[in-house]
């Protein structure tokens, strides 16, 4: 049987890349997969492109492909003749090489957040569809084991109407003092990493399963400065979201998120993650940092190796019957946007291609078309940190109101700030 191959292009090779795309590629490259109608496939990653040249020996002697930087890098890995592009570069920079790749009719894959504003993902949107390309947005905490068993007690109706609920993930001055140092400038930690739980709120309670009316309502914010950057300037430590939605039934659901990337050093965790969640008729509360495991290792821990430890994500582990292997969930979702290109391209007749296009972008987890929440979450988000740096704080976004699709509104201000005027 013929083995079709996947032509990959990689945009961005810092730290998401090293920890989650990198094993696949290393794992995958020149491995037989299955389709869900049993076509095998391979994935071959054929070029990459970055901003700068400091990772590119590590490619060229793994991979021996093609690495490109500078302002037309990513015209030159498309001009490769490539299937998918996968985008792992900061925050702020996704939307032109997505819609680079979906111009030249390529699969995209975008690190979270898809785009900071609800009009750049219209653009994307509208062109994924005039390409007929899938556009999909990697949240790879929706597919966490107490994720995945939290949604299922939502939709089986074990756990009922959620009332409000809080997340926190804080993760330590290393990252935004030395990762991210060469970015981080004007960023906040909630573009970053609260947009992990605006998905899961949003998915987990919303029409996925829930009766269509679950409304996204208000958003607000706060944050601190001081640390990463200036007192009074526009780089934030840390940052509280104040989100609320509306039930079918017109009871409202308000959730509390914070993040931060000050955190110490040596906290026994990677970061510090937890979810609670209240409903009519229960709780859930996870410790996401303390899954049951503690480790100390006399001159290791909780430096080089942490003392609270995730085996869930991504964790190089040997298997009884072979080597070592990387697994884990933040491989997991990048190994099923493959999958799902396998399935639209050769799981049948080209005739009804489109037919299965359709079928997955139907799937609201990582889709464009399912993300306008989020993304409305955090263009409000941006808006409100805005207007704070400038000595304006206190601004609260109205969803789907009387003056327009994102308003926002200061305290003891009449005039509001359209940031969208489509309904969301």
Request: hydrophobic share 35%; net charge negative.
């Amino acid at each position: 049987m013929k083995k079709n191959t996947i032509r990959i292009g990689m945009v961005g090779l810092g730290m998401i890349f090293r920890e989650t795309y990198l094993p696949v590629f290393q794992q995958g490259r020149g491995r037989i997969k299955l389709t869900q109608e049993d076509n095998p496939y391979e994935i071959q990653l054929i070029g990459v492109a970055s901003q700068t040249e400091r990772s590119h020996s590590t490619i060229r002697e793994q991979f021996g492909i093609p690495c490109y930087a500078g302002p037309d890098a990513v015209n030159q890995l498309l001009s490769l003749g490539i299937d998918a592009l996968c985008i792992a570069t900061p925050d702020g920079t996704h939307h032109f090489p997505a819609l680079q790749g979906l111009r030249h009719g390529c699969h995209v894959l975008i690190e979270k957040p898809s785009v900071l504003s609800l009009q750049d993902l219209d653009v994307l949107e509208e062109q994924s569809n005039c390409s007929q390309s899938m556009a999909r947005v990697v949240y790879h905490k929706l597919a966490d084991p107490d994720h995945k068993r939290l949604r299922t007690l939502v939709g089986e109706n074990v756990l009922c109407h959620v009332n409000s609920g809080y997340c926190t993930l804080l993760e330590p001055k290393s990252i935004s003092q030395g990762t991210f140092a060469a970015w981080v400038s004007g960023r906040n930690p909630s573009t970053y990493v609260a947009v992990h739980y605006f998905k899961l709120i949003d998915f987990t309670f919303g029409p996925a399963t829930l009766a269509i009316g679950w409304k996204l309502k208000r958003i607000g914010c706060h944050g601190q400065r001081g640390i990463v950057g200036p007192s009074q300037g526009s780089t934030w430590d840390s940052v509280q979201n104040h989100i609320t939605y509306e039930h079918p039934d017109g009871r409202e659901a308000t959730f509390d998120i914070h993040t931060s990337w000050v955190n110490p050093d040596n906290f026994p965790g990677y970061v510090d993650q937890e979810v609670q969640f209240r409903f009519d008729n229960g709780t859930w509360n996870a410790s996401q940092r303390k899954r049951g495991v503690e480790l100390v290792v006399d001159g290791l821990t909780p430096i080089e190796l942490k003392t609270n430890i995730n085996n869930h994500y991504n964790a190089c582990l040997m298997d009884p019957w072979g080597p070592k292997v990387t697994k884990g969930y933040g491989l997991e979702v990048l190994e099923r946007f493959f999958a799902e290109i396998a399935h639209v391209e050769w799981d049948g007749s080209k005739g009804d291609r489109n037919t299965r296009l359709n079928q997955v972008k139907s799937l609201s987890y990582a889709d464009l078309s399912g993300d306008r929440n989020v993304v409305a979450m955090v263009h409000a988000t941006e808006a409100i940190l805005d207007l704070a740096s400038q000595g304006k704080p206190g601004g609260v976004v109205e969803v789907n109101g009387e003056h327009g699709g994102l308003v926002l509104s200061l305290p003891g201000v009449e005039e509001r700030v359209i940031l969208y005027e489509k309904p969301i």
